[in-house]
């Protein structure tokens, strides 16, 4: 793996100039708040884990998919928050494939345990479910504005 890594960034065959270490340089290219965009994506998921994290006391954590997934999505946001690439491809994001895989696996597994918690019969539960379905919804409602301005970006073109 690290002669692949030389062979990639440091060897002269490609554009890149090597690797560099920025705190969330990537990222600022392109939102103005690299916060708001992370929290936006991952709002959903947060509240499920301390949802179920509160109501199930902490059972959740006994679920070695979640943990497995919070270690793994915790990595790669390292990875993408602090690597970038020298050079012209600075600011292509290749340091950022993990964490796009770890947020679909985290979101996979939130929803399954949300739905699972939602069918429970809990006092407490219409409220729970209610926060959960807007939220689900926001990022729903989030991504379609997200891709409508994606098509009509010139990144793309």
Known sequence: MLFQMWLTFYSGRTKSEGIGIAYLRVL????DNAWV???????FPIFTVLVLAVIKRKKIFE???IILSICYFIS???EMAFLYEKG????HGNFAWGY?????????LCT??????????????????????????LHLLL???FYINLFQSEFLF
């Open 63 to 65: 679920n070695s998919g």
């Open 112 to 137: 399954t345990e949300f739905i699972k918690f939602e069918r429970q019969d809990i006092k407490t539960i219409n409220i729970v479910r209610g926060v959960g379905y807007v939220l689900f919804s």
């Open 88 to 91: 012209d491809r600075e600011a």
């Open 143 to 145: 991504g379609i504005w």
């Open 76 to 78: 790669s946001w390292g």
């Open 100 to 108: 796009i895989l770890a947020t679909f696996i985290i979101w996979f």
């Open 28 to 31: 600022n290219y392109y939102t």
């Open 37 to 43: 965009s992370v929290l936006a994506c991952l709002a």
